[in-house]
């Protein structure tokens, strides 16, 4: 992943709130296209410019080619505002972040934890992430549906994480097939398969059991057939069902 700062030049008078509103919907469009990653992109003040730094999954990631439909509006909308087209400085790679998948994948997995703020569709080889704006639009010529099952589903995990409040509706959320969670991300698994031509697998998280024998018995939660793996994939999944699309670890309470 890469730093980048981008820099909004006044050409005409303006107001802060005409600035703040325009840059906002344009960072808010670049976000729900995966081209930008994280939700808080403070807005520094310069004497006739305006500044923010940001992290993306590539070093092109801001191209215009990548736009989604919302976002050539909003850059129209920061015309109207009275700033000119931004600048793009790039700072270099990020050293905390993992690297973007570079390759055409045989397979792929929707997957994320809460510690994550990268594409959460992931390579099979290697599972690194994919940027979002390098496949169709999932819906309505953006990919805000992938985004918003990703934050629900970090959402979750965090609570069940800490452990504090709304720890079991948070885990039932992320690890049991009938949860509402689970069906929007199955969905969106079998839409990207449909557009990317790539089979694409569902993560389903798994902690508790009653023992490690019952544990490496169980079945795939959907078709209830024999799913465990000769060997641990990418060290997390130990279990992995081929026709219904579903991968899942062996329970962290057993796992070495």
């Not at 989604?68 to 793009?88: C, E, F, M, N, V």
């Amino acid at each position: 992943m890469y730093i980048q700062d981008l820099i909004f030049e006044c050409f005409q008078d303006t107001t802060f709130s005409r600035v703040e509103q325009s840059i906002n919907q344009y960072l808010d469009a670049l976000r729900y296209q995966g081209q930008i990653l994280g939700r808080e992109f403070p807005i520094a003040i310069k004497e006739g410019y305006f500044q923010l730094r940001l992290v993306t999954p590539e070093s092109n990631s801001l191209h215009s080619s990548f736009l989604s439909d919302q976002g050539r509006l909003a850059l129209q909308g920061l015309t109207q505002a009275g700033l000119l087209s931004p600048k793009i400085k790039l700072l270099g790679e990020d050293l905390n972040s993992q690297a973007t998948c570079n390759t055409s994948p045989p397979w792929q997995i929707l997957y994320t934890t809460y510690v994550h703020t990268c594409s959460p569709l992931r390579s099979g080889d290697d599972l690194s992430p994919i940027p979002l704006y390098r496949i169709p639009s999932i819906a309505n010529g953006s990919q805000k549906q992938a985004i918003k099952w990703q934050e629900d589903w970090e959402a979750c995990d965090q609570l069940q994480m800490n452990g504090s409040i709304l720890e079991h509706g948070a885990l039932a959320e992320i690890s049991e097939v009938d949860s509402r969670l689970f069906r929007r991300g199955y969905d969106l698994t079998k839409r990207i398969e449909y557009l990317t031509k790539t089979p694409t697998y569902y993560y389903l998280y798994r902690v508790g059991g009653s023992s490690l024998a019952q544990e490496l018995a169980r079945p795939c939660p959907l078709c209830q057939q024999p799913w465990q793996l000769a060997q641990p994939a990418l060290d997390i999944f130990d279990f992995k069902c081929d026709s219904c699309r579903l991968v899942s670890n062996l329970s962290w309470d057993f796992k070495q």
